[in-house]
């Protein structure tokens, strides 16, 4: 798979994200939950394991427990890709006990953050933007979440949210690609990020002794 969205890239000449996939780890009984950002030649720039699993009882009949097949990842991972850092995250991560992530993200220098996800539609009716708007806003910096549609499971059990979405440092909702499949496109404008930053800054607070 990770060969084919190589030479994509190559032939386009784009930088390319995929994910998030399956990846074969060292625990036969369970794999990684990974996304890879391919350069325009097809290089593997970079490659990020989720790190939070998706282990939630969303109602009586809706339990889902990723940790029981997804082994998580341990590396917090930034690039630098066309003159702009990139930071790595994926789904579940977002969530509020998890956003020291984004916090070493910014650290790192993260300017532009990409988080593929497949958020219930339960829970992205309600989570999903004010989320995204959160982590652009507290990290001052892009965010850019693709996201699945629909109902894609062999029972159609599974229902995701959609709504990929570009978010800029102020927390504003650059594109959104809605409910259906479609496509979000915004310009990623280092400027607006620069005047955030300036506007407000922060700074991170010391470590703890």
């Not at 102020?170 to 479609?182: H, N, Q, R, Y």
């Amino acid at each position: 798979m990770c060969g084919q969205f190589s030479d994509l890239a190559r032939e386009l000449q784009i930088h390319l994200l995929l994910g998030s996939f399956n990846e074969k780890g060292e625990d036969p009984r369970r794999c990684f939950n990974t996304s890879v950002l391919f350069g325009p030649t097809g290089e593997r720039l970079a490659v990020y394991r989720k790190m939070h699993l998706f282990d939630v009882d969303i109602s009586a009949d809706s339990r889902f427990t990723e940790s029981a097949t997804i082994e998580p990842g341990d590396q917090v991972v930034v690039v630098e890709a066309d003159s702009i850092r990139i930071g790595l995250s994926i789904c579940f991560d977002l969530r509020l006990r998890f956003s020291w992530l984004y916090g070493e993200l910014r650290a790192r220098g993260a300017e532009l953050i990409t988080v593929p996800s497949a958020f219930t539609a339960r829970t992205g009716k309600d989570h999903w933007h004010i989320l995204l708007r959160a982590r652009a806003i507290e990290t001052q910096s892009w965010v850019m979440a693709p996201a699945q549609v629909g109902r894609h499971d062999d029972q159609g059990l599974r229902e995701s949210y959609g709504h990929a979405l570009i978010v800029d440092p102020w927390g504003t909702v650059a594109a959104d690609a809605g409910d259906t499949p479609g496509i979000a496109v915004a310009e990623i404008d280092l400027n607006r990020l620069r005047e955030v930053r300036q506007a407000i800054p922060m700074q991170r607070p010391p470590a703890r002794e």
